[in-house]
Structures are given as C-alpha cells and as structure tokens.
C-alpha cells in the first residue's frame, strides 16, 4: 500500500517558485500521482496528474523521477493566493486505493 | 465544468442520532466516493460507492456505522448512524468522470456532535 510523506510545512515569499516533495517508497506499478489544493471550508481541488516524467499545466508541473518513489510539485511564481494546504495523492482506481498525504501547509509571505 | 453539490453544509447533532449526508452530481459519474476529514487532519477514505451494489468500505469503516446509498449515477448518500462527539469531521464525497482519473470534490459537510 502506497504510504505518502511531505514536509508538513512551507513559507515562500510571493514570486517565488515553490517545490513540494512527496515521498512514495511503495508505490505500485499502476499507481497514479497526483496532487491537490485545499483552502479552509473547501473541499480539495485537482491541481495535475501524472505517472513518470513531467508534467505541465497552466498552473503547476510535477517532476517525476524514474523510480517514481518520489515527485515534486513545482509552483511558478506563487502569489499570497496559493496559501493552502497541498496534498500529494497515490493509488489506481483499479484498486479501489487513495492514501492522501498529511499535506504541506505553504504560506506565501508579502 | 460539472456541479457536486452536499446537503447540509453543515449540521450540529446529539450523540446517538444519525444523520444522512447527500452528494449530488449535475452529470453521470463513474465513481464516487466518501471521505472524512477530521480537524487539521489529511483525508481519510470511508468507502467506494458503488452504484447498484453495496459499497466498498476501507479497513476501519463498517456498513452498519456509515451506511451507503448510490441508486443511479449521479446521487449518493453517506449516513453516519448513532453518533458520537468523536464523529465530528468534515465529510466530503468525490466523483470521477468516465474515461478521467482525478478525482473532484464536494464542498463538504461540517457535522458536529454534542
């Protein structure tokens, strides 16, 4: 079962580039990686998805390495917007298996 | 984009009660699902809810304390039976729609029991 690890906590001054690692020793072949935001009284929103290499969206990418027992969200330029709490998920739908992460509380510093 | 609506937002409750959480969907879904998410803490799945069968519950759920209904493809209902103060959590449904593999989520139901 794929047990997730993150720092439990992040400050970052606006304009900076943010990276969130997460760790996932036992992550199994057909798992997926993918990441999520949550702001207080709101349920968690997809921020990207991706099985091995890089991905790329309008709002993040996430790093993955070839043993995919790690991946790092990258957040470009984050502004005091992006204060939220940030989950690194892992599992397959196939196995019915989602282990959220404790989350990364990143604060962003005027 | 497509609606996931909860009712209720929120609900104070006497321990011993029960309450039943609905999540609606604009569209059909493939999956949904429930999770709990206790103060300051991460997410916590409860169980799969399957559309036409009983639900999937994880290790530490039971059928007879969190009852799951789903009878079609957009509405599913979540009930947390003869509650106590250490039920008092946000529970949040997800769904995936066919042929996607993220999950999106409800906005969440703050239930608190005294």
């Known amino acids: 079962l794929a047990k997730t690890t993150q720092p439990i906590s992040m400050d970052s001054y606006e304009g900076q580039e943010v990276n969130i690692t997460c760790s996932h020793n036992?992550?199994?072949?057909?798992?997926?990686i993918t990441w999520y935001q949550q702001f207080p009284s709101q349920g968690p929103r997809f921020i990207i998805q991706g099985y091995k290499t890089k991905v790329t969206n309008e709002v993040a990418s996430l790093f993955i390495p070839a043993d995919r027992k790690s991946s790092t969200l990258s957040l470009p330029r984050v502004s005091l917007s992006d204060t939220a709490v940030y989950y690194c998920?892992?599992?397959?739908?196939?196995?019915?298996?989602?282990?959220f992460g404790t989350g990364t509380s990143l604060t962003v510093i005027p | 984009s497509a609606v996931i609506s909860q009712k209720p937002s929120r609900d104070i409750c006497q321990r011993g009660t029960s309450l039943t959480i609905q999540c609606q969907v604009d569209?059909?879904?493939?999956?949904m699902f429930w999770y709990r998410q206790q103060p300051g803490q991460s997410l916590t799945l409860i169980a799969t809810?399957?559309?036409?069968?009983?639900?999937?519950?994880e290790s530490g759920f039971v059928i007879d304390k969190f009852p799951i209904s789903r009878p079609n493809l957009t509405f599913s209902t979540l009930t947390v039976s003869n509650m106590s103060p250490e039920d008092s959590s946000i529970y949040l449904c997800?769904?995936?729609?066919?042929?996607?593999?993220?999950?999106?989520f409800g906005p969440g139901t703050r239930l608190t029991v005294t």
């Open positions: 809810a399957n559309q036409g069968s009983e639900a999937t519950y």
């Open positions: 998920l892992v599992g397959a739908f196939t196995g019915n298996q989602f282990y």
């Open positions: 997800s769904v995936v729609w066919d042929g996607g593999y993220e999950q999106y």
């Open positions: 569209s059909q879904v493939t999956m």
């Open positions: 036992n992550i199994a072949t057909n798992d997926y």
